[in-house]
């Protein structure tokens, strides 16, 4: 797909189909009402006869237009005016895409980007926003289909952005360039997350890391084997892949366009590629989706690639501990006590808290290896997130307040929403251990939050976030399919990083 941004007025264009928006009560933006007088009434007499009344996800299409130059309108309802925030405006972007998404024009003119959004007055946004909304309903995941099957065919192949005046089309043009890398990014953490695990195994992650570093001259790749693990003393990573015969790796993309001695944010995403919950294995309903887990590990790619799309001037290292989670004659087992990395011991209670573990040494290895500006962690970590927060929001945690604003900024930008949960050291006792210094789980009361203080004994040199996307990593049921969450607030945490460099 092809994303242009041009400044000109509705009733003028030759293309396929001009997409504008229709408010509450029948009324017209001032670009429909553009087209409507140029056509002599013609969306007037629509909104009369009750096609058309401006309810919000609303689409009508015109054909057969008389003194215009465009082969069809798409009317979208964008509900009331004075509501029109960031939530309204993506499901009418949303409602737009999936009715061009049928269409037969090659082109399209895209004028919901120039209405005016409650709170929003930055056409680098509104431009991004539909561009990502779009890409975002075009998407199919169709690497596992076979022979025989037709795979989805659209014939739009352009969709011009338009803008009120030339003087926006610099802030426009941004919004394309960003848009673009981030959908990418998106599009990447789907493919790798909607892949089963038969295929996306560890091997596989360490394979895609080192194909993105082909495509991106300025990232580079290094693998850890186990042996290598082994002797850094990652006890408890190694633990985890045990039981499983595909060896676990731990993926290192560095992406270095800052500085020198600029120091990197690093991004530590949970790979676990399939878990079954090992020894405390899980009910057999849904476990399917457990491919899901590698959903962190899938976001890290897919920021680190945008990240070098758009050739941000900073320095961008991103840590996969990458491994599957099953139950075998060596696996490890609840009332095991391991070492880890950082020398500090594990009591097993619940080997279905494996991902913290993994984490851990994933940490370990980040505080020894790099003097970083931030780190952020990202896991489809703990059931309790979803109980808490549902599909809506991921639980944000930090030890800094600075990065926990900065991060939840970037997600309310974006929409990719985080929400700040509590790190209190009162927490930690749930933690306690008759055996070890720790346990692995905290019992059932605040699981998101004890995991998340888990993970805090491994990051308390550091200035450290964790965001647990349990809850926006997939959809279930009809729809289910990975989001590519939280790939968005990254990459705007990024961007607004590279912008104060």
Request: net charge neutral; with cysteine.
């Given at each position: 797909?092809?994303?242009?941004?041009?400044?000109?007025?509705?009733?003028?264009?030759?293309?396929?189909?001009?997409?504008?928006?229709?408010?509450?009560?029948?009324?017209?933006?001032?670009?429909?009402?553009?087209?409507?007088?140029?056509?002599?009434?013609?969306?007037?007499?629509?909104?009369?006869?009750?096609?058309?009344?401006?309810?919000?996800?609303?689409?009508?299409?015109?054909?057969?237009?008389?003194?215009?130059?465009?082969?069809?309108?798409?009317?979208?309802?964008?509900?009331?005016?004075?509501?029109f925030n960031q939530r309204a405006y993506q499901r009418a972007c949303r409602a737009a895409a999936a009715e061009l998404d049928g269409m037969g024009g090659v082109d399209a003119a895209f004028y919901l980007t120039e209405l005016n959004?409650?709170?929003?007055?930055?056409?680098?946004?509104?431009?991004?926003?539909?561009?990502?909304?779009?890409?975002?309903?075009?998407?199919?995941?169709?690497?596992?289909?076979?022979?025989?099957?037709?795979?989805?065919?659209?014939?739009?192949?352009?969709?011009?952005?338009?803008?009120?005046?030339?003087?926006?089309?610099?802030?426009?043009?941004?919004?394309?360039?960003?848009?673009?890398?981030?959908?990418?990014?998106?599009?990447?953490?789907?493919?790798?997350?909607?892949?089963?695990?038969?295929?996306?195994?560890?091997?596989?992650?360490?394979?895609?890391?080192?194909?993105?570093?082909?495509?991106?001259?300025?990232?580079?790749?290094?693998?850890?084997?186990?042996?290598?693990?082994?002797?850094?003393?990652?006890?408890?990573?190694?633990?985890?892949?045990?039981?499983?015969?595909?060896?676990?790796?731990?993926?290192?993309?560095?992406?270095?366009?800052?500085?020198?001695?600029?120091?990197?944010?690093?991004?530590?995403?949970?790979?676990?590629?399939?878990?079954?919950?090992?020894?405390?294995?899980?009910?057999?309903?849904?476990?399917?989706?457990?491919?899901?887990?590698?959903?962190?590990?899938?976001?890290?790619?897919?920021?680190?690639?945008?990240?070098?799309?758009?050739?941000?001037?900073?320095?961008?290292?991103?840590?996969?501990?990458?491994?599957?989670?099953?139950?075998?004659?060596?696996?490890?087992?609840?009332?095991?006590?391991?070492?880890?990395?950082?020398?500090?011991?594990?009591?097993?209670?619940?080997?279905?808290?494996?991902?913290?573990?993994?984490?851990?040494?994933?940490?370990?290895?980040?505080?020894?290896?790099?003097?970083?500006?931030?780190?952020?962690?990202?896991?489809?970590?703990?059931?309790?997130?979803?109980?808490?927060?549902?599909?809506?929001?991921?639980?944000?945690?930090?030890?800094?307040?600075?990065?926990?604003?900065?991060?939840?900024?970037?997600?309310?930008?974006?929409?990719?929403?985080?929400?700040?949960?509590?790190?209190w050291e009162e927490y930690q006792s749930q933690l306690d251990s008759n055996f070890a210094d720790m346990a692995n789980v905290g019992g059932k009361a605040a699981g998101s939050v004890t995991a998340a203080s888990f993970l805090h004994?491994?990051?308390?040199?550091?200035?450290?976030?964790?965001?647990?996307?349990?809850?926006?990593?997939?959809?279930?049921?009809?729809?289910?399919?990975?989001?590519?969450?939280?790939?968005?607030?990254?990459?705007?945490?990024?961007?607004?990083?590279?912008?104060?460099?």
């Amino acid at each position: 797909m092809e994303y242009l941004v041009k400044s000109g007025s509705p009733e003028k264009q030759r293309v396929g189909c001009v997409v504008v928006g229709i408010f509450d009560r029948r009324k017209p933006s001032t670009q429909a009402e553009a087209l409507d007088t140029a056509s002599g009434g013609l969306i007037a007499s629509v909104m009369r006869r009750g096609d058309m009344d401006g309810k919000l996800g609303q689409t009508t299409v015109l054909h057969g237009l008389d003194n215009l130059f465009c082969d069809r309108i798409l009317l979208v309802g964008c509900g009331k005016e004075r509501d029109f925030n960031q939530r309204a405006y993506q499901r009418a972007c949303r409602a737009a895409a999936a009715e061009l998404d049928g269409m037969g024009g090659v082109d399209a003119a895209f004028y919901l980007t120039e209405l005016n959004v409650k709170g929003r007055d930055d056409f680098r946004w509104s431009v991004k926003q539909a561009l990502m909304t779009v890409e975002e309903t075009f998407y199919r995941f169709e690497a596992c289909r076979g022979v025989g099957y037709e795979k989805h065919s659209r014939k739009l192949a352009r969709l011009v952005f338009q803008v009120p005046r030339r003087s926006d089309l610099p802030a426009a043009e941004k919004g394309v360039s960003e848009g673009v890398a981030t959908a990418n990014g998106v599009k990447l953490a789907k493919d790798l997350g909607n892949m089963p695990g038969n295929i996306c195994t560890p091997t596989y992650l360490a394979e895609q890391a080192g194909a993105l570093a082909e495509r991106q001259a300025k990232v580079k790749t290094n693998v850890l084997e186990e042996a290598d693990m082994e002797a850094l003393g990652m006890g408890a990573l190694l633990a985890v892949s045990r039981g499983s015969r595909q060896p676990a790796k731990l993926i290192v993309m560095e992406y270095m366009n800052g500085p020198k001695n600029a120091k990197p944010t690093v991004l530590v995403g949970k790979g676990v590629t399939f878990d079954s919950g090992g020894i405390s294995i899980k009910p057999g309903a849904a476990m399917d989706e457990m491919k899901y887990d590698m959903g962190g590990a899938a976001s890290v790619f897919g920021a680190v690639q945008a990240a070098a799309e758009l050739e941000l001037p900073i320095n961008v290292v991103g840590v996969v501990a990458a491994t599957e989670n099953l139950p075998d004659g060596d696996a490890y087992k609840p009332g095991d006590i391991l070492t880890s990395m950082s020398g500090q011991t594990i009591e097993i209670l619940n080997t279905d808290a494996e991902g913290r573990l993994a984490l851990a040494d994933a940490l370990t290895y980040v505080e020894r290896n790099y003097d970083s500006d931030a780190v952020v962690d990202m896991a489809t970590l703990t059931g309790a997130a979803v109980i808490a927060l549902g599909a809506h929001a991921a639980g944000l945690y930090a030890n800094n307040s600075p990065l926990r604003r900065s991060l939840r900024d970037a997600g309310e930008y974006v929409g990719d929403r985080a929400w700040p949960m509590p790190l209190w050291e009162e927490y930690q006792s749930q933690l306690d251990s008759n055996f070890a210094d720790m346990a692995n789980v905290g019992g059932k009361a605040a699981g998101s939050v004890t995991a998340a203080s888990f993970l805090h004994r491994f990051a308390r040199k550091l200035r450290w976030a964790h965001l647990d996307i349990a809850g926006v990593a997939w959809k279930t049921g009809k729809d289910k399919g990975a989001t590519g969450r939280p790939v968005g607030l990254l990459v705007q945490y990024l961007i607004e990083r590279a912008q104060q460099a």
